[in-house]
């Protein structure tokens, strides 16, 4: 009986539907315009298109793995429920309060993000528990009961609980969620606790109320999907993409659906880390451009980066402190708002600017035909030779050139230049974006581009990405195939993965490691019951322990890995000096030097369960030889090197195969995707079916 993996990524343009045949290694593929007013409406014309395409029965689907954009958006755009917050009296300002500190101190003017719950909905209660976990002062129950009532009547459909010290002892926070669901069941909760079990007050508030004002969205957003997917007769699970990188079920992502705030970027990034292994050493730099954003990320040694935290909505793109906190798990990458539908325009003083608004799916560049009649950087790629306008996602989107030639034509006459140049301007404006941020990206963690080869995936990446490449100065770009819907194709190798944090405050020379492994233990048996319910062997999950740790007296921790328990045996010193080296190894590979005789402290402890999911299995293989030849025509396509347009073969790329050999400038089209090489490049086509781009100093 065959066996089938769907895999969706909902994108800020388009939805890309993925089928996978785990017994031919056949697979299917449909992009569809994003539908954000039902995001899911978008899903079922995807996955109707592709059922009526090919010969395949729903019945013989195993699982759904889904990755979406919904929420961290509606974190950016204010869509979210109207939340309560009710926290410890004093505390009803933590949001506002922050750090006291200015993320551009000279700024007079400066914007700080706007707490996502207002003032008069943060309401605050007497209890107090003790940094160690004693109870000072009862929670008062009639407070509790009067703040709810209170909430209630002004609206609120979702309510944060955040009691100073929760992560120490959470009695408090969760008789409170108690007395809330008696009450008013229709409201739903998110207790401290249950999302950030960490201290630091202001970054623990910030992401439960960040998981609260999601949390209605989740719960019906996912809950339609699970329908829908079963209306199509499809009876496999649903699996979500967590930021982390991993898979987990429904029911804990409606629990707490902050944890899939980068769930697409973190797609993207794992597509990256597989198709790119094996011909790149595993050094990448992860290079995804969809329609409404570019997403950038480091993969060492064939694995992406891990953070432990991370900021949303920012005011300012790159600068720290200037967004939401959020304590999850997530994939190292940054994301710029560079994508196809970026809109090109004249700024104050009359330079050519580009994005980072974006035209998305409604209306669209002009070249769609829905309205749109901006100038974006999919018309001007039309207009360079780039794409094909009668192949454009595979041909399932009509192209109107025309407008985007009317677009772009009004610009050029702005900015008093020619058609062509403007074109080029813009597709030269937004590879500068992108690689300027990948600079930043890459210099602050220490490394070199020229270390890592570029894979690029999505709709727009392999049309900018050799000359994103030149830009950094790497000289070998991979582009794997189906590039275009890769994100969504990446979901289908992820493991399952479960994430836990907990707070313990231990100095190594002298605590308790007794107590060390039992709190670490507890934490795997939790990750292991959530894991469970994934419906997974766990003989097959894999246990990674981390601390985040510092020496006596610094402000700031670092996260890093720790040999396997246990900890708690006869030999207590070794265990000492073995977790002791583990941070010092580390901490002298980011900072080169230890200070001496300073005693190292574990502030936080965490876990990571990885498992690989039945039916994850994706051959990566290239074609065989054929009689048919690979050349579908030739262009003019303008390139920089001639400053002209210049006559380009254009490829096929369903049928090259293992071992062709070109030199540039060439044109490879596939279904969602189109590969641009410059005349200064010869590319080759991988036995894994990647083709391998050599660019020439």
Known sequence: ????????????????????????????????????????????????????????????????????????????????????????????????????????????????????????????????????????????RDQLVAAVERLANGGVGSVAVMFLHAYANSSHEAEAVRLIAERHPEIFTTASHEVAPEIREFERASTTVANAYIKPLAHQYLGRMARQLADQRIPAPLLLMLSSGGLTHVAEAQRAPVQMLESGPAAGAIAAAFF???????????????????????????????????????????????????????????????????????????????????????????????GGSQPTVTDADLLLGYLNPEYFAGGT?????????????????????????????????????????????????????????????????????????????????????????????????????????????IRLDRGDLGALETAFRALEDEARAVMGDTGLKLDTARFQRLADGRFLGQGFDLVVNLPDGPYDGHDSDSARRALTQAFEVAYREKFSLTPPDVPVEFINIRVAV?????????????????????????????????????????????????????????????????LVVGPRARFMVAPTGNVVVALEA
Request: include cysteine; glycine fraction near 12%; charge should be neutral.
């Open 397 to 505: 989107i009509a192209i109107d050139l025309a407008a985007a030639r009317e677009a772009l034509t009004r610009l050029a006459e702005a900015v008093r230049l020619p058609v062509s140049a403007v074109a080029w301007g813009i597709h030269d404006i937004v590879d500068e974006s992108m690689a300027s941020a990948a600079r930043v990206h890459i210099a602050e963690r220490g490394r070199d581009p020229r270390d890592y080869a570029l894979l690029c995936t999505g709709g727009a990446g392999p049309v900018h990405a050799c000359h994103v490449a030149r830009k950094l100065g790497i000289s070998r770009v991979i582009c794997p195939p189906s590039a275009g819907v890769a994100s969504a194709l990446g979901l289908l190798v992820a493991p399952a993965r479960v994430d836990r944090v907990a707070t313990v405050g």
């Open 276 to 370: 790119g292994r094996a011909d790149s050493g595993g050094d990448l730099l992860a290079f995804d451009m969809g329609g409404t954003t570019a997403k950038l990320s480091l993969v060492d040694g064939g694995e992406p980066r891990t953070a432990y935290s991370f900021e949303a909505a920012r005011q300012k793109r790159f600068i720290e402190g200037s967004g939401l906190p959020i304590r999850i798990s997530t994939l190292e990458l940054i994301e710029i708002g560079a994508g196809g539908g970026s809109i090109a325009h004249v700024d104050e003083i009359e330079l050519l600017k580009v994005g980072p608004r974006s035209a998305g799916s409604q209306p669209g560049p002009a070249c769609y035909g829905l």
């Open 1 to 140: 009986m065959p066996s089938y993996s769907l895999g969706i990524d909902i994108g800020g343009t388009f939805t890309d539907v993925v089928v996978y045949d785990h017994d031919s290694g056949r697979q299917w593929s449909r992009k569809v315009l994003t539908t954000h007013d039902d995001p899911v409406r978008a899903v079922v014309t995807g996955v109707a298109a592709i059922l009526g395409d090919g010969p395949l029965e729903p019945r013989h689907f195993t699982r759904v793995v889904h990755a979406t954009t919904l929420f961290t958006n509606a974190l950016i755009e204010r869509k979210g429920a109207v939340a309560g917050l009710i926290t410890t009296a004093g505390f009803g300002d933590t949001l506002e309060i922050g750090r006291e500190r200015k993320f551009e101190l000279y700024d007079l003017n400066i914007a700080k993000p706007e707490p996502l719950v207002p003032r008069n909905l943060r309401l605050e209660v007497s209890e107090r528990t003790n940094a160690d976990g004693t109870i000072r002062r009862s929670l008062d």
């Open 610 to 674: 990885r498992a690989p999911v039945a039916g994850s299995e994706v051959v990566l293989q290239g074609r065989s030889r054929g009689a048919e030849p690979a050349i579908k025509g030739r262009r003019p396509v303008w390139f920089p090197e001639a400053d002209a347009f210049v006559e380009t073969t254009v490829y096929d790329r369903a049928r090259l195969a293992i071992g062709n050999q070109f030199v540039g400038p060439a044109v490879i089209e596939e279904e969602g995707s189109t």
